[in-house]
């Protein structure tokens, strides 16, 4: 099993340039769940979905952050346009729901915004 | 929402000692209590988990323990090893795998030789 893959796992950018950060969960799971992990804030949930279709969102910080998840293979979360106070680390995870209660997470992608 | 509380945020213990980090949580429809390990730079990794209807489960030198009535759960490890250098992060869910998780601010643990 390849686990959670992320890309791209750092990503340097600059104030106002647009940000996409793309996840492809691990094959079989139903949920996948965007994190977003700072020194100030710790380890917070943004949004998840379960079976492609988004769940819970109130976690997203602005309408600058949007996210999708066109098939069970692949998601995004985008930033446009980018900040510096969006400095992170991104982390997906997924699971399987149902009686399987894990989530496991990505590598993470570390975004940089100057 | 669900508010989860962690202590300390440093712990020091001497190698072969045992290290304890607590946990408090808000809301009482959650049903799901994980425990993550983060090397620096890495990503969390589930250590152990615990569910609701069970009020401690052990792992060779990790265990956790629940108390529903309080709010409150635990994480004990035993016989610490360098290795076990890192930060914990406790959390919960009220969905089980069905929904997101609240985590605590995390608990960096030293190990002294």
């Known amino acids: 099993d390849a686990g959670v893959i992320q890309s791209p796992r750092h990503e340097v950018t600059e104030m106002g340039q647009e940000v996409t950060l793309r996840c492809k969960p691990i094959?079989?799971?139903?949920?996948l769940f965007w994190y977003r992990q700072t020194m100030m804030r710790g380890l917070e949930l943004l949004i998840y979905?379960?079976?492609?279709?988004?769940?819970?969102d109130s976690g997203m910080p602005e309408d600058r952050f949007s996210a999708k998840m066109p098939n069970a293979s692949f998601s995004t979360l985008k930033i446009q346009p980018s900040e510096p106070r969006d400095s992170a680390v991104y982390f997906c995870?997924?699971?399987?729901?149902?009686?399987?209660?894990?989530?496991?997470f990505g590598p993470g992608t570390r975004l940089t915004v100057t | 929402g669900e508010n989860v509380e962690q202590h300390p945020s440093t712990l020091s213990v001497q190698e072969g000692d045992s290290a304890v980090i607590k946990c408090t949580y808000s809301?009482?429809?959650?049903?799901?209590f994980p425990w993550y390990k983060q090397e620096l730079g890495k990503r969390p990794q589930l250590i152990i988990d615990?569910?609701?209807?069970?009020g401690e489960k052990k792992d060779q030198r990790i265990a956790v323990t629940l108390n529903k009535t309080a709010k409150h759960f635990s994480l004990h490890i035993t016989e610490t090893q360098p290795e076990d250098s890192a930060v914990y992060f406790c959390?919960?869910?009220?969905?089980?795998?069905?929904?997101?998780?609240?985590f605590g601010k995390g608990t960096h643990l030293i190990i002294q030789p």
């Open positions: 995870a997924s699971g399987r729901g149902g009686q399987y209660y894990e989530q496991y």
């Open positions: 094959s079989g799971h139903d949920y």
């Open positions: 979905f379960n079976n492609n279709v988004p769940i819970d």
């Open positions: 809301d009482s429809a959650s049903n799901y």
């Open positions: 615990i569910r609701s209807n069970v």
């Open positions: 959390a919960a869910s009220r969905g089980g795998g069905a929904d997101g998780l609240t």
